[in-house]
C-alpha cells in the first residue's frame, strides 16, 4: 500500500550495488536563529487566477478568503498576496494607481481587513506586494508631474529629463525598457509642444520613480505604516534591485535586463543594484523591526553574482531575497550541486537564510520548463503555441521531484499556486486572449507571461474549473485543466497536492527548514544529487535510469510508483525521496 497524505512511506530499504554514498564535510551548519522566516514556506496567491466570488471572471479577496483553510490546512506558514491596489491594470495590477487602497476589480478595503483577519485566525501571516520602482501613470503624482514645470519639485519625483540634439528628439539615454523598445517616453507642454521625456523599466504607463528624493522615500515609508497597523505580516518588494538609478544616467551597451554580456557584467548596469538602495533598505528593516510578530521584507532582487546579492539580506537589511540562480538552474546534476553550495555560502557569509523557489506569476511554470529538455527560457518568457511544446509527463514527474529535493533543504521556501496540483502553462492559448505588455509591445515576438497565469482549478465537474461560478475567466483555461483540479486530487493519494501535504508536514517534523546540509559523494552515480540534512538524508536522480538509494528508512518519494523501485533499493528516473538515515 502506498503512502497517502496522512501516512507517508514507512519501509526500509538499503542500497543495492557496491557504489556507497559517502557522506562529505558539512556545507552548511544548522542555523542558530529561530525565527520563523528563516525556515518559512511561503504560498504565493496571484488574486486575479485564484478564485472569483462573484462570477465577474477575475479573482477576488473574497474569494482568496472562502479558500484560506484549505491554504492554512497544506501546511505553510503565510501568503503572499500579487498587488490588488487600485490599478488600470495595463500589468495586471503592478502598475499602482493608490497604494492604499483596494481595487473594485477585487473588493472593498473590508474585505481586505477580513482576509487579514482570517489569515491571522488560521495562524497565517499576510505578505503584500509593494512596488516601489514605478507607479501607474493614473497615480495623483505622476498626473501632477505631467501638469508641472521642468525642474519642479513635482517632476523631481520621478525621472523627467530633456531630450537630445538640436530639437530634442532623441531620448536622454539609450536605455530600453524590459517590456520592449525604448524606456523613455515624450510629454507635451500645456501648448501642445513637444516636452520632456520620463523614463519607464516596464510599460510607458509604469513611470519609475526618482528614489535620490526624499519625498519619494517618505510616500513609501507612509505606505509601509499603512499596511503594517492593518495587520499585514510583512512586504515582497517587486523589482528591489531597480529603484536607484546611476547618476547622469549613462548609456549602457548592455541587456536591458542586465542579462551579463561580454564587457557588459550585471554588476556594471547602471539602472541596477546602486549602493544607495540599502539606506533605504535598513530604514524599512527599523520600521518592520518596531511592529509585533516579525512582519518580513522579502526581495525580488535579480542580482548577480550570489555573493552580491548576498548584501541584500546582511544583517540590518532585506529578512530574505528569491533565488533567482536556483530557480533558473536547468535540470543538470551539477549545475543544480553549485547553486546550493554557492548559495549557502553566500548567504551564510551574511548570516542569512536562502529562500528557495521554483516558479512564481513572472515565469513558465517548472512543470513546463523541465518538459523542455536542456532548453532555457528567459525570465518572463514563456511557452506559446508555436514554440517546441513541452513534454507534460516528463515534466511533471521532474517538478514533483525537484519540489520535494527543494523542501528538503535548509532555509525558507516560495510556492506558486496551483504548483501543488502539477499545474503547467497554457502552451497553447491564442494570441488574441493575451494581455501581458511584454507580448503587446514587441508585437508578439516575446510571448509573455499569461501562460503561467491562467485561473486555477478546484472542481472537475464546475464551470471554469471551480474558479469561477459563472464560468468565467479573465484568461482562458486549457483542455483538460479539470483533470488537475484539486476535489480530484484530494481523494487520491498519489495526487501531487497529496506529495506537498505529506513533504510540507514532514519538513516541519524534521525540523528541515533550520537544519544542516552535507553533501554525498557517489561517482558510479553522476547523474545523482543526494544530501544529509540533520538525520533525513535527501536524494534526487537526474539521470533517465533508476539508481541505487542510499541506506536508511525510507520518508517519502515524488513518484505514484516510487514505493515499487524502492522495494528494490532503487529510486527511480527523474525522482526524489527522503530516507531517514
Not at 516601489?132 to 508641472?148: D, G, W
Not at 495587520?231 to 542579462?259: E, N, Q, S, Y
Not at 486549457?478 to 506529495?499: I, K
Not at 561517482?523 to 536508511?552: C, F, H, Q
Request: with cysteine; net charge negative.
Amino acid at each position: 500500500m502506498r503512502p497517502s497524505m496522512d501516512e507517508p512511506a514507512q519501509s526500509s530499504t538499503s542500497s543495492t550495488n557496491d557504489a556507497p554514498y559517502e557522506l562529505q564535510p558539512v556545507t552548511h551548519i544548522s542555523s542558530t536563529g529561530q525565527q520563523w522566516w528563516r525556515r518559512a514556506v511561503i504560498y504565493q496567491i496571484y488574486p486575479r487566477s485564484f478564485k472569483d466570488s462573484t462570477g465577474s471572471g477575475m479573482g477576488d479577496l473574497a474569494g482568496i478568503t472562502a479558500e484560506l483553510p484549505k491554504i492554512a490546512a497544506l501546511g505553510v506558514d503565510a501568503i503572499w498576496l500579487s498587488p490588488f491596489f487600485p490599478s488600470p491594470q495595463h500589468d495586471a495590477g503592478y502598475d499602482v494607481s493608490d497604494y492604499r487602497g483596494v481595487d473594485p476589480l477585487f473588493g472593498t478595503m473590508d474585505d481586505a481587513k477580513t482576509l487579514l483577519s482570517t489569515a491571522k485566525s488560521l495562524g497565517l501571516r499576510v505578505i503584500i506586494d509593494i512596488v516601489p520602482n514605478h507607479c501607474s501613470s493614473e497615480h495623483h503624482l505622476f498626473k501632477a508631474a505631467l501638469v508641472a514645470a521642468p525642474g519642479s519639485p513635482d517632476r523631481e519625483m520621478f525621472h523627467f529629463a530633456d531630450g537630445l540634439g538640436e530639437d530634442g528628439n532623441t531620448p536622454p539615454n539609450n536605455w530600453q525598457s524590459l517590456f520592449g523598445s525604448s524606456g523613455w517616453t515624450r510629454v507635451s507642454n500645456p501648448d501642445g509642444a513637444p516636452g520632456q521625456y520620463y523614463f519607464h523599466l516596464f510599460d510607458a504607463t509604469q513611470p519609475d520613480f526618482n528614489w535620490r528624493n526624499p519625498a519619494v522615500q517618505k510616500e513609501f515609508e507612509d505606505t509601509l505604516r499603512f499596511w503594517l497597523d492593518a495587520g499585514a505580516g510583512g512586504f515582497r518588494i517587486d523589482v528591489a534591485h531597480a529603484m536607484f538609478k546611476k547618476l547622469g544616467l549613462p548609456d549602457w551597451g548592455g541587456a536591458p535586463d542586465g542579462t551579463p554580456r561580454p564587457g557588459f557584467p550585471f554588476a556594471d548596469a547602471p539602472m541596477f543594484g546602486q549602493p544607495e538602495l540599502h539606506h533605504v533598505f535598513a530604514r524599512w528593516r527599523e520600521i518592520c523591526d518596531e511592529y509585533p510578530d516579525e512582519p518580513v521584507l522579502c526581495a525580488e532582487a535579480n542580482v548577480r553574482p550570489l555573493s552580491r546579492l548576498a548584501d541584500w539580506v546582511a544583517p540590518g537589511q532585506m529578512h530574505q531575497s528569491f533565488n533567482f540562480d536556483f530557480l533558473r538552474t536547468l535540470w543538470d546534476r551539477d549545475a543544480l550541486a553549485s547553486v546550493i553550495s554557492d548559495s549557502l555560502a553566500a548567504f551564510d557569509s551574511v548570516e542569512a537564510p536562502t529562500t528557495w523557489v521554483l516558479s512564481n506569476h513572472d515565469v513558465s511554470r517548472h512543470a513546463s520548463r523541465f518538459g523542455l529538455d536542456g532548453v532555457a527560457l528567459d525570465l518572463g518568457d514563456g511557452i506559446g503555441p508555436r514554440d517546441p511544446q513541452p513534454d507534460m509527463g516528463l515534466g511533471l514527474a521532474r517538478a514533483r521531484a525537484s519540489t520535494l529535493f527543494m523542501l528538503g533543504l535548509p532555509g525558507g521556501a516560495y510556492l506558486y499556486q496551483g504548483e501543488e496540483l502539477g499545474l503547467g502553462d497554457h502552451t497553447t492559448l491564442e494570441d488574441r486572449y493575451r494581455q501581458d505588455p511584454t507580448f503587446l509591445r514587441t508585437d508578439g515576438a516575446r510571448i509573455g507571461r499569461d501562460g503561467c497565469r491562467v485561473p486555477i482549478p478546484w472542481a472537475h465537474d464546475a464551470p471554469a474549473a471551480g474558479f469561477s461560478p459563472s464560468g468565467q475567466s479573465w484568461l482562458p483555461q486549457p483542455a483538460g485543466w479539470e483533470e488537475f483540479s484539486r476535489d480530484l486530487q484530494e481523494q487520491d493519494p498519489h495526487s501531487t497536492l497529496h506529495l506537498y501535504h505529506n513533504a510540507l508536514r514532514l519538513r516541519s517534523e524534521l525540523g528541515l527548514g533550520l537544519g544542516s546540509l552535507a553533501f554525498y559523494a557517489n561517482p558510479k552515480l553522476p547523474e545523482v544529487l543526494a544530501i544529509r540534512n540533520g538525520n533525513t538524508i535527501n536524494v534526487l536522480n537526474l539521470g533517465n535510469s533508476p539508481v541505487a538509494l542510499p541506506a536508511g528508512e525510507l520518508l517519502l518519494f515524488s513518484s505514484p510508483t516510487g514505493e515499487d523501485y524502492a522495494a528494490q533499493g532503487l529510486l527511480e528516473a527523474n525522482a526524489a525521496a527522503w530516507l531517514r538515515a
